[in-house]
């Protein structure tokens, strides 16, 4: 019988080796890998390409509900197939819990969202904002056991954030299930006496959104975070990790022996303070939290991404339109405080980490695929069905072109937002060919699939619970 689809003369590289063969697919998965194999119902040739395990993104913010007259600009539809166009085969969008709400309530509308829109596979992290013992000693061990493995917790944020005592007793409950708790370590008093402090003084540009949550602000919150996993006796995430004492304090405590892990973002690579404080309200479209740092602190990151303390690299998409109904709205003209916190960068994670990594010399291509896809998986419980390329796995692979020489533009890309925060950034390498579970999506550059055949994913428990391999 012939394969469905055979990739011929595919130059495969995988988070640890790099190899030449055709790869044979099979009902969704990769069944055969040898140095020649017939040519299949459908056959691609990828000589002259890279053949990759597909992107995995597993920090994205899709559909998410926010404060009134706020619309997130990308829903499901828009956001996987500007994920698919950036050679991503999984997104892990995140289901916001709301407080008054049940997390069953919140993933019954967020399932009804995504279900029949999706051009890649979906999983979600929980948002816990309203950790009741019920939600805590009731529906969480029973969501955890049927496949919502990972959860988010925040220590800002008016709607959102949790007590110290709170966040112990999220980081008991995950410990007690086998929920991997991610968080965003910015501290909320800190960060609420230098913004009410900023417009005392009448700094209110976009600009000011930096100075209001400085390096110690995230330094602050990072310690206290991993003081409380420590004595939790739990694993944790650190996610958008931005500048350089962040990234410290999750090293001291890996040296220490904790199973502290980190994830860091393209914002915190190629984006500085300087964009927050362009002309007029031009620099909204840079605000993000953490935000963007200095020269020195984008070295941090590197740092973070080459040693080893960082184990994910993530877009942290968070469109919102440079609009009205987004950064524009009436309040955010008036004080940078009421700019709603996000940039879009879905489809530009991988091309901008290929580019200034692996063409620049910082990274080789196996971190590259370790950083952006097996590590995702194994960190949230999708490995090895997705996250590499095996005899065995979901045939999610991506075929990049890794000479061709792009200057990022608006124009191009397929999310919703109306801008990208990195308009102008040339690149070199872009994925052309993206195929999920076996089914070419996109072809040379070109959307041949339109069905939107995205499967939700059941997950199991976090690799990193059980194994002391902090991966490379
Ligand atoms: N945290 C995120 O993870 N994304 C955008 C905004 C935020 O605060
Ligand atoms: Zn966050
Ligand atoms: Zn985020």
Known sequence: MAFELVIKNANVATASDRFCCDIGVSAGKVVAMASSLPAGEKTIDAKGLLTLPGGIDSHVHLEQPGPPHIVMADGFESGTLAAAFGGNTTVMPFCLQRK????????????????????????????????????????????????????????????????????????????????????????????????????????????????????????EATHRAISLAEITEVPIMIVHVSNREAMEEIARAQDRGLKIFGETCPQYLVLTEADMDREQMEGAKYVCSPPPRTSEHQQACWEGLTRGVFQVFSS???????????????????????????????????????????KKGRIDVNRFVALTSTNHAKTYGLYPRKGTIAIGSDADIVLWDPEIRKTIRQSDLHHNCDYTPYEGLQVTGWPVTTIVRGKVIIEDGVLVDAGKNGQYLERDRSALLSSADLMR
């Open 316 to 358: 942290d998409h968070c469109p919102y339109r440079f609009a009205e109904d987004g950064k524009l709205n009436s309040r955010g003209k008036e004080s940078f405080r009421w700019i709603p916190n996000g940039i879009p960068g879905i489809e530009t994670r991988l091309p901008i980490l290929f580019s200034e990594g692996v």
């Open 100 to 219: 008054g709400h049940t997390l069953r309530q919140a993933l019954s509308d967020y399932h009804g969202a995504a279900e029949g829109n999706c051009h890649v596979d979906v999983s979600f992290h929980l948002i816990v904002s309203d950790p009741t013992s019920a939600v805590l000693g009731q529906e969480l061990p029973a969501l955890v056991e049927a496949g919502y493995t990972s959860l988010k917790v925040f220590m800002t944020y008016d709607d959102l954030v949790l007590t110290d005592r709170q966040m112990m007793e999220v980081m008991a409950a995950a410990k007690e299930t086998g929920a991997l708790v991610m968080i965003h370590a910015e501290g909320y008093d800190t960060i609420r006496f230098l913004v009410d402090r900023l417009e005392r003084a009448e700094k209110t540009r976009p600009f000011y959104h930096g100075p209001s949550r400085p390096v110690a602000v995230e330094r």
